[in-house]
């Protein structure tokens, strides 16, 4: 089956530092990535659309400054945290869409980061 | 708006006893249909989805879902439930051929 990955999987940093987190599909091609943000006990909420070659769709209330997402390739999407805060801190699952067939997505294992 | 709505934010059963978990959307088509787990600090796996056709869907780890466009439903079920079936179920809708939309969520507790 279509496998994405997701490097770290947990990460600590100081605040004011910038971190960034890596969304790979494993074994198929992604035309688009999705992050999402989820907090303790709540579910997945959309940050943004990543296609490959273009820039970012980001949804409402997302600062695009600061959640800087580049898809440079079919395969790899990356987020980039810019001067983390502690409010920052949360679960960041990306998914990948095949762009083949019915355009199904599948989800990396997420990442856990905390900003001290 | 299409949105999705899942009434039961926590619910426990005995291991063995039948589970059903509620889905409800608005969407003014039919749309495609998710019903996702995710375990503490992972990320979703499908268990199943319905996109067209026979309204009752067959998912894995022996779950099913039935979409009921009258009641704009797409419930889970399972008939005996496993100690290991403990986790976090979101139901999502996707309009056409675009992003997710997720539901609250509802946890899952397995009594032994």
């Known amino acids: 089956g279509a496998v994405v990955s997701q490097h770290p999987s947990w990460v600590i940093c100081k605040s004011g530092t910038s971190v960034k987190i890596e969304c790979r599909s494993l074994d198929f091609q992604a035309t688009t990535m999705f992050w999402y943000r989820q907090f303790p006990k709540q579910s997945l909420m959309l940050m943004a659309t990543s296609n490959e070659g273009s820039k970012a769709t980001y949804e409402q209330g997302v600062e695009k400054d600061k959640f800087l997402i580049n898809h440079a390739s079919l395969t790899l999407s990356t987020l980039t945290v810019t001067s983390a805060h502690p409010e920052d801190s949360s679960f960041y699952i990306c998914?990948?869409?095949?762009?083949?067939?019915?355009?199904?997505?599948?989800f990396g294992p997420g990442t856990r980061l905390t900003v001290t | 708006a299409q949105s999705v709505t899942q009434p039961d934010i926590h619910i426990t059963v005995s291991e063995g006893a039948s589970l059903e978990l509620r889905c409800n959307y608005s969407?003014?088509?039919?749309?495609?249909l998710f019903w996702y787990v995710q375990s503490p600090g992972q990320g979703l796996q499908l268990l199943l989805k319905y996109f067209s056709g026979d309204t009752l869907v067959q998912g894995i780890k022996g779950f099913e879902a039935e979409f009921k466009r009258s009641q704009s439903s797409f419930n889970l079920r399972k008939p005996s439930v496993h100690w290991s079936d403990a986790a976090e179920y979101f139901c999502a809708v996707r309009p056409g051929y675009n992003k997710l939309i997720f539901g609250a969520g509802t946890r899952l507790a397995v009594h032994p």
């Open positions: 998914s990948a869409r095949d762009g083949r067939g019915s355009g199904e997505q599948y």
């Open positions: 969407y003014g088509a039919t749309p495609y």
